[in-house]
Antibody
Framework: EVQLVESGGGLVQPGGSLRLSCAVS????????MTWVRQAPGKGLEWVAN????????YYVNSVRGRFTISRDNAKNSLYLQMNSLRVEDTAVYFC??????????WGQGTLVTVSS | QSALTQPPSASGSPGQSVTISCTGT?????????VSWYQQHPGKAPKLMIY???KRPSGVPDRFSGSKSGNTASLTVSGLQAEDEADYYC??????????FGGGTQLTVL
């Protein structure tokens, strides 16, 4: 059974940092692009970042480029999102997802990040 | 990276069909056959319903179908059922390894 489990969310002050993790099982992690998608409270989905199978390519939405870093550890079957210089508008549920055929076919349950003073 | 345009709401009675549109530009929806659709129930993770414009993942009922014409993609739900009531989001490749979602459509089964 494919499973993706996010962790690391919480309350952080503006300007602070947080590292999200996504532990995966049930498929060969190293064979897939992975992605982070976020959803602000009561709002729609927003693509955040993608990472290639071997971590050699990473892409970001403009609003987080330079502040967020996506990474992965294929030996640990884990995906990460390092978030620095956090802003109030980064408040959202962050989902990790497997990328397949130009879509995200399996998703985690999400982890809530709240940026507030 | 502007969001794709979806109607905020749509509705239909059980057994009827409803179509949700997703309008972009020639730089995203119109430029690639990489449109996907997601269903999201309140408090849940999104679920992939359609990928590459019209393909259905295993396990998704054939009541769900997708299409595209020019810069507009569409999701049609036939034979509406109560459990289809949810938010639906379209997504498209936008070039240069960028992806963009629509604003979402709340589907109500009357």
């Amino acid at each position: 059974e494919v499973q993706l489990v996010e962790s690391g969310g919480g309350l952080v002050q503006p300007g602070g940092s947080l590292r999200l993790s996504c532990a995966v099982s049930g498929f060969t992690f190293s064979s897939y692009w992975m992605t982070w998608v976020r959803q602000a409270p009561g709002k729609g989905l927003e693509w955040v970042a993608n990472i290639k199978q071997d971590g050699s390519e990473k892409y970001y939405v403009n609003s987080v480029r330079g502040r967020f870093t996506i990474s992965r550890d294929n030996a640990k079957n884990s995906l990460y999102l390092q978030m620095n210089s956090l802003r109030v508008e980064d408040t959202a549920v962050y989902f990790c997802a497997r990328h397949y055929s130009r879509a995200s076919d399996y998703w985690g349950q999400g982890t809530l990040v709240t940026v507030s003073s | 990276q502007s969001a794709l345009t979806q109607p905020p709401s749509a509705s239909g009675s059980p057994g009827q069909s409803v179509t949700i549109s997703c309008t972009g530009t020639s730089s995203d929806v119109g430029g690639y056959d990489y449109v996907s659709w997601y269903q999201q129930h309140p408090g849940k993770a999104p679920k992939l319903m359609i990928y590459e414009v019209s393909k259905r993942p295993s396990g998704v009922p054939d009541r769900f179908s997708g299409s595209k014409s020019g810069n507009t993609a569409s999701l049609t739900v036939s034979g509406l059922q109560a459990e289809d009531e949810a938010d639906y989001y379209c997504n498209s490749y936008a070039g240069s390894h960028n992806w963009v979602f629509g604003g979402g459509t709340q589907l109500t089964v009357l």
